[in-house]
Structure formats: C-alpha cells, structure tokens
C-alpha cells in the first residue's frame, strides 16, 4: 500500500466509448501526476496538476482529458481513443512538483482499447 | 535532448551480487531516482542521490557520479523476490523525472 489508490484496475473500452479513470491519494500531498505505461519503453509523463492547477501538459491529444477537483482526488477522462492507447496508466504524487521529492506511484489501470 | 540508458535486462543468482548500470542526459539535474516495479504492481520508490557517492541502505546501495552522467544499483544476497524490474530516472531542472525503460532483473535459484 503507497497510499495512493486507483479504480477501475483493469478497463477494456470500445474506440467510440466514453470512460474515466479516478485517482486518489491519501498522504496529504500536493502535485498529482498522470503517466502511460508501455511494454519495454520508459514511463512517458502526461499531466502534472500542482496545487490543483495544470502545470504540464506534455503534448497529449486531446481524447485524453485531465481533472483534479482538489488535491487530492485526480481523474483521466478517455473519449473516442485508438487501440495504440492500451497500456498501464499510473497516477502519482508527491508532495510538491517544485522539490526533489519522491513521487508514490498507485498500482495503475490497466487499459485495452478495442 | 534527454535520454537515459540502462540494460534492458539481467540475470543473475540467489545469493549473488548484481549491479544495474544507468547513464542519463539531462536538461540541469536534481538528483537521480532507483524505483523498483514487481509485474503487475506500482514503482515503488528505493533511493535518491543528488552527490557524488555511495549510498547504502540494507541490501540495496546507489552510487553517483555527476560528471560522468552515471549512477548504479547495487543489490547484495539476492533473494527471489528481488526479481523485478528496476527503473532509473534523472530529475532536470524543472523537477520533471525523465525515465529509462527499465531493466528487467531474473533471480534463478
């Protein structure tokens, strides 16, 4: 337990769904963060939320669409994705994005696009 | 641009020695991170060097050399459960981790 929780862990969703991915952390932390996954290539950062406000956004297409309602809780909505967005999504947070802190990782939701 | 090179997989003994290599290129530095991620589990984190040297801590020691862009992982007596994959990843200078892919590590009896 890194007191960071996700739901759902496993997700199988047709290219015309709509479906959210929810985050929680549970250690008082400020700076929340989105990472994909993929077999055999590194970690690839998404979104960074610090405070609650958007501080990254690293070129992500827009089907892919962040909200963090307040520091502790993140969500990752999906709409209309292709099948190469199957992968491992990964929340993590840290307890600001501005220091050299650890970041605790939830266990990920592990998404098929069909 | 960023990059960060480790082995993409290893193998070694119970009861061994084995150290995983990871050389990094980033934009500024704040220190280098080893996360450790069972099959299926999250990245949990395993240690944080920002100077040169040798940090130990159990079975488990980091080493770091800033001018040479290199830092490795040592694990002593391994035991079974230590097979994983084991990730390194170099914080640039806006505290952004940039991450390598990871080395697989297979422990055989």
């Known amino acids: 337990e890194t007191g960071v929780t996700q739901t759902p862990r496993h997700l199988v969703m047709g290219m015309t769904n709509k479906k959210s991915l929810k985050c929680e952390q549970h250690l008082g932390h400020n700076a929340m963060y989105w990472y994909k996954q993929s077999a055999k290539k590194p970690l690839e950062l998404m979104f960074v939320y610090n405070f609650k406000e958007q501080t990254e956004n690293n070129s992500v297409p827009s089907r892919f669409s962040p909200e963090c309602p307040n520091s502790s809780h993140l969500f990752l909505h999906l709409h209309t994705l292709q099948p190469e967005d199957s992968a491992l999504y990964l929340c993590a947070s840290s307890q600001d994005e501005t220091s050299s802190y650890e970041q605790y990782f939830g266990p990920g939701t592990r998404l098929t696009v069909t | 641009g960023q990059n960060i090179d480790q082995p993409t997989e290893m193998t070694a003994t119970e009861g061994a020695i084995v150290q995983i290599n990871c050389t990094y290129q980033t934009s500024g530095f704040n220190g280098l991170f080893w996360y450790q991620q069972h099959a299926g589990e999250a990245p949990t984190f395993l240690s944080y060097n920002v100077l040169d040297g040798l940090e130990e801590k159990g079975r488990f020691s980091s080493f770091l050399s800033r001018s040479k862009g290199y830092s490795y992982l040592l694990l002593k007596e391994l035991q079974m459960k230590d097979s994983a994959s084991y990730l390194c990843?170099?914080?640039?200078?806006?505290?952004?981790?940039?991450w390598g892919a990871g080395t697989k590590l297979i422990i055989k009896p």
């Open positions: 990843a170099s914080m640039d200078s806006n505290y952004q981790l940039i």
